[in-house]
């Protein structure tokens, strides 16, 4: 099952360089990195990114992300995966571009 993570491109570019995150500064400040399975992406970039356009959508194998990932009870009581680890360039599936669109953010074909 694929997972979801938002990076802003300076925040994807600092990945890519490094080849590691601790993610974004809400994941340092929680001490994990957020995911979001595919029912709760759309929801979770029109939440937290809603007028930001310069953005990458990463998906990475949850199976392969081993016991670190956690999947735990966030907004509404569903649950979202949680890593408890750097992210690694290894862990990455694939990544895409996460335009902004007149009515929101248009996602890569076969996210849902």
């Known amino acids: 099952m694929l997972i ?5 491109r300076v925040e994807w570019d600092a990945f890519r360089k490094f ?3 601790a993610g974004a500064p809400v994941d340092l400040a ?6 979001s399975g595919a029912p709760q992406l759309a929801e979770t970039a029109a ?8 953005l990458v959508l ?6 392969r992300l081993g016991p670190a990932l956690k999947w735990e009870a966030s907004r509404g009581g569903a649950l979202f ?9 290894a862990d990455v599936v694939w990544d895409k571009s996460l335009p902004l669109g007149r009515s929101g953010h248009i996602f890569p074909e076969g996210v849902f």
């Open 4 to 8: 979801y993570k938002i990076f802003l």
């Open 19 to 21: 080849g590691k995150t």
């Open 30 to 35: 929680d001490g994990f990195v957020h995911f």
């Open 47 to 54: 939440k937290y990114f809603a007028d930001q356009s310069d």
């Open 58 to 63: 990463v998906a990475c194998d949850a199976d």
């Open 81 to 89: 995966p949680h890593l408890y680890r750097e992210l690694l360039m």
